[in-house]
């Protein structure tokens, strides 16, 4: 019995997401962690973006709510 696949429904009318602004909380995170004004300024680039708490949490490694609670007066 061969098992058949199907691949992946991709929505034609879904815009791809430029990840810059994620990329560079990782590498603040990476290179820094400890210099908070660059990572305030890299999140207040992701949210001007449009990332979600939820993209920010997973660059910077820990849960939306974290994320928002940490940032969001700060940067919103």
């Known amino acids: ?7 992946p ?13 994620f990329r560079r909380i990782v590498a603040v995170v990476e290179a820094s962690p400890e210099d908070d004004s660059e990572l305030v300024e890299a999140v207040r680039a992701s949210r001007e973006v449009g ?5 920010i949490a997973v660059a910077l490694g820990t849960t939306r709510q974290a994320a928002q609670r940490r940032f969001a007066k700060i940067v919103d």
């Open 51 to 55: 990332d979600s708490w939820t993209v």
């Open 1 to 7: 019995m061969t098992r058949r696949t199907r691949s």
């Open 9 to 21: 429904r991709v929505p034609t009318d879904s815009p791809a997401r430029d990840a810059t602004a």
